[in-house]
């Protein structure tokens, strides 16, 4: 089961070695529950080893419209990171196997692009808050915390992350704000559903190479979310309809992937 009601804030207190977490109100969703597609966009890593806190805050960053899959050690965050392509991640530092901090020195030594990291720990000493903002976390928030502010800071960082790599994408007419989600064919709003214009940001930001269809299912679903094997073959169909009057197409490459250009034959 699945905690839908959101914490106003987020608690962690000692009893009994585990990490109770305050809520207001709870109801329950079945894990089988989706969100509607319109609300997914950014990708987050929690890692997290209390598997009450990791569920809870999953299902309200969820809720939120975020794709979220959680780590519960260092080593399962490591490997994580080496095959998916994730927006940002959540990290606590007394993890189990690998500390947060060995984590984060690992990350920012082999990760390129660098992915931006936040901090969410109950150490609230200066000395280690000082050294993870010095080993390249992006932002250091302590427990308890206030969910609403969690989610500011969140969204911040995706910001910031997405003008790193540049606030508009274009190709032709075609442009794609990526801080505004929205895409034009001139000054016309596409009024993409959020998954078409998620696999439409991917191929506009490896605009002249060939996407593969695992690259897409990384930035469009979580771990536990089932994909259907033609679900990426949708998006695409609808996307190229929505294409076609521009002459900008969305190629088919076999063994390969898809490839956006502006060439009339599409395969």
């Known amino acids: 089961m699945s905690l839908s009601a959101r914490p106003d804030k987020v608690v962690p207190t000692a009893r009994g070695g585990r990490v109770i977490v305050c809520y207001k109100s709870l109801q ?67 993890l189990p196997k690998l500390d947060g901090f060995a984590v984060l020195r690992q990350m920012r030594a082999h990760r390129a692009p660098p992915v931006p990291v936040l901090i969410l720990t109950a150490r609230d000493g200066l000395e280690d808050r000082v050294r993870g903002l010095d080993l390249g976390a992006d932002d250091y928030l ?46 016309r709003d596409m009024d993409l559903p959020a998954r078409e214009l998620t696999v439409l940001e991917v191929l506009l930001l490896h605009s002249g190479t060939a996407v593969s269809k695992e690259q897409m299912t990384d930035h469009l679903y979580s771990w536990d979310q089932e994909v259907t094997p033609n679900a990426i073959e949708v998006y695409i169909h609808r996307l190229r309809r929505k294409l076609e009057p521009i002459k900008i197409n969305i190629r088919t490459l076999r063994g390969l992937g898809y490839l956006l250009d502006d060439d009339i034959k599409t395969t």
């Open 142 to 187: 302590t427990k308890p915390f206030d969910l609403p502010e969690l989610e500011a800071r969140v969204r911040a960082l995706l910001r910031r992350g997405r003008a790193a790599t540049s606030a508009t994408l274009a190709l032709g007419p075609l442009t794609l704000d990526t801080a505004a989600r929205r895409a034009f064919i001139g000054l």
């Open 28 to 94: 329950y969703l079945t894990e089988s529950t989706a969100i509607p597609d319109a609300l997914v966009s950014m990708h987050i890593l929690l890692v997290e080893d209390d598997a009450l806190l990791a569920d809870s805050l999953s299902c309200s960053l969820r809720l939120s419209g975020y794709a979220v899959d959680c780590a519960d050690n260092g080593e399962s965050a490591v490997i994580a990171q080496e095959h998916c392509n994730f927006d940002l991640l959540i990290l606590d530092l007394g």
